[in-house]
């Protein structure tokens, strides 16, 4: 299938680099793990982690987040997400 769609976003640059950093580690780049995501929702039809209030987060108190559990949950809960060596030979 051809690709003939863009997604433009502005985010905050701390984030974009914390997130660049984890997928580096990951061996992916920004554009893959934005397909897996949302390659992700088509598979689930919604998406692919709880959606929720926080309820401490609500009260004002900080939101702690271990990002390689969250990694984890997400990479490991997923079998039907392309790995990236399947969107390298798509490439």
């Known amino acids: 299938m051809p690709k003939n769609a863009t997604i433009t976003l502005r985010i905050e640059g701390e984030l974009k680099a914390d997130a660049e950093q984890i997928f580096r580690r990951l061996g992916l780049?920004?554009?893959?793990?934005?397909?897996?995501?949302?390659s992700a929702v088509r598979n689930r039809r919604?998406?692919?982690?709880?959606?929720?209030l926080d309820e401490q987060r609500m009260a004002g108190a900080?939101?702690?987040?271990?990002?390689?559990?969250?990694?984890?949950?997400?990479?490991?809960?997923?079998?039907?997400?392309?790995?990236s060596e399947e969107f390298a030979r798509i490439k």
């Open 46 to 52: 919604g998406i692919p982690f709880p959606v929720q």
């Open 62 to 83: 900080p939101l702690s987040l271990d990002r390689k559990a969250a990694l984890d949950a997400i990479m490991g809960k997923y079998a039907n997400i392309t790995p």
């Open 29 to 38: 780049s920004t554009t893959e793990a934005i397909k897996i995501f949302l």
